[in-house]
C-alpha cells in the first residue's frame, strides 16, 4: 500500500480556532477569579466566626498563657536582634547620601523615622509572620490531619473558640509591642553605627531625631501593627483549619500562611500609610522637613 508524500510527512494537525482560544482564556480566568472569590470568602466567614467568639465569651487564662508566652516572649530574640541590624543597615546606606549633601547629623531623623513608621512594624510583622504564622498553620493542620480538631468538635466545645480566638488575640496584643522592642533596638542600633563608627556627633544627632519624628510617628508604626497581627493571625489559623491531608498538605499550609500573611501586610502597609498620611497632612499641613 502506498502513501502519497502529504500523508507520510504532514499527519494530521489540529488547527486551534481563535474563537476557542477566548473562550479557553475566558474560562480559566473566571475559575481563577471564582478561586480567589471563594477564597476570600473563606476567610471572611471564619474572621466573623473568630471576632463573634472574641466578643460573645473570651478565652480561658489556660489556653490564652501559653500563646502569649510562645507568640511574645520567644519573639523577642529575633525581633529585637532585627531591628539593632535593620538600623544600622540604615546607617550604613544613608550616610554616604547624605554626606555629600552636608546633612551628617540629620542621619538620625531619617533612620529613626523610617524605623517607626514602616521599617519596625512591617519587618517585625514578617519574622513573626514566619516564626509564628508558619508554626500555627502547621500546628494547626497537624490537628485537623489527625482528626483532633473534629474531636473537640465531638467533645462539644468550638474549635475556633478554643484554637483560635486564643491566638487571635494575642497575636492582637503582643505584636504592637513586639514593634516596639524593634523600634527601640533599630534606634539603638542606628544610633551605635552613626555615633561610635562613624563618629557623627551625639548631640545633633538626637536633636534632629526628636525635631523630626514625633508621637504622630511612632502612633503610626503602631497603629498599622494591630492590623498587621489580626492578618497575620487569622490567614495562619485559616490555612491550619483547610490543611490539606497528610504530611504535604501541611507543608504546604505552612508555606502558604507566610506567602499570604506577606502578601497582605504590604497590601496593608500600603493603604494603612495612604490614609495615615492623609490624616497627619490635615492636621499639620506643613509638617517639618529634614531637608
Excluded at 538626637?206 to 514625633?214: A, D, E, K, L, P
Aim: charged share 10%; glycine share 8%; aromatic share 10%.
Amino acid at each position: 500500500m502506498e502513501f502519497s508524500d502529504d500523508q507520510a510527512v504532514a499527519p494530521a494537525r489540529t488547527r486551534l480556532n481563535p474563537m476557542q482560544l477566548a473562550a479557553e482564556l475566558i474560562a480559566d480566568v473566571g475559575e481563577l477569579a471564582m478561586m480567589w472569590a471563594t477564597a476570600l470568602g473563606s476567610v471572611l466567614l471564619f474572621s466573623w466566626s473568630t471576632l463573634l467568639w472574641l466578643v460573645t465569651r473570651l478565652p480561658r487564662r489556660e489556653t490564652l498563657l501559653p500563646n502569649f508566652y510562645q507568640i511574645g516572649v520567644l519573639s523577642l530574640p529575633v525581633v529585637a536582634l532585627t531591628g539593632a541590624f535593620i538600623g544600622m543597615v540604615l546607617a550604613v546606606q544613608s550616610y554616604f547620601q547624605f554626606r555629600v549633601l552636608g546633612l551628617e547629623t540629620r542621619l538620625g531623623a531619617i533612620i529613626n523615622m523610617s524605623l517607626v513608621r514602616e521599617l519596625g512594624p512591617v519587618l517585625a510583622a514578617t519574622m513573626l509572620a514566619g516564626r509564628v504564622g508558619s508554626a500555627m498553620a502547621a500546628e494547626l493542620g497537624t490537628m485537623r490531619v489527625t482528626e483532633q480538631i473534629d474531636a473537640l468538635a465531638s467533645m462539644g466545645a468550638n474549635p475556633v473558640h478554643y484554637l483560635v480566638v486564643p491566638r487571635f488575640l494575642s497575636c492582637l496584643v503582643l505584636i504592637p509591642m513586639l514593634t516596639i522592642m524593634a523600634d527601640f533596638m533599630g534606634v539603638a542600633g542606628g544610633w551605635f553605627y552613626s555615633v561610635v563608627i562613624l563618629n557623627i556627633d551625639s548631640h545633633h544627632y538626637w536633636q534632629n531625631s526628636q525635631q523630626f519624628v514625633g508621637s504622630f510617628d511612632l502612633f503610626t508604626g503602631v497603629f498599622k501593627s494591630l492590623f498587621f497581627g489580626a492578618a497575620l493571625s487569622l490567614i495562619s489559623c485559616h490555612r491550619g483549619f483547610n490543611c490539606d491531608p497528610g504530611a504535604e498538605g501541611v507543608g504546604r499550609a505552612a508555606t502558604n500562611a507566610f506567602v499570604a500573611s506577606f502578601v497582605v501586610i504590604l497590601v496593608l502597609d500600603l493603604f494603612l500609610g495612604i490614609a495615615l498620611d492623609a490624616i497627619y497632612l490635615a492636621i499639620w499641613p506643613e509638617g517639618p522637613s529634614i531637608l
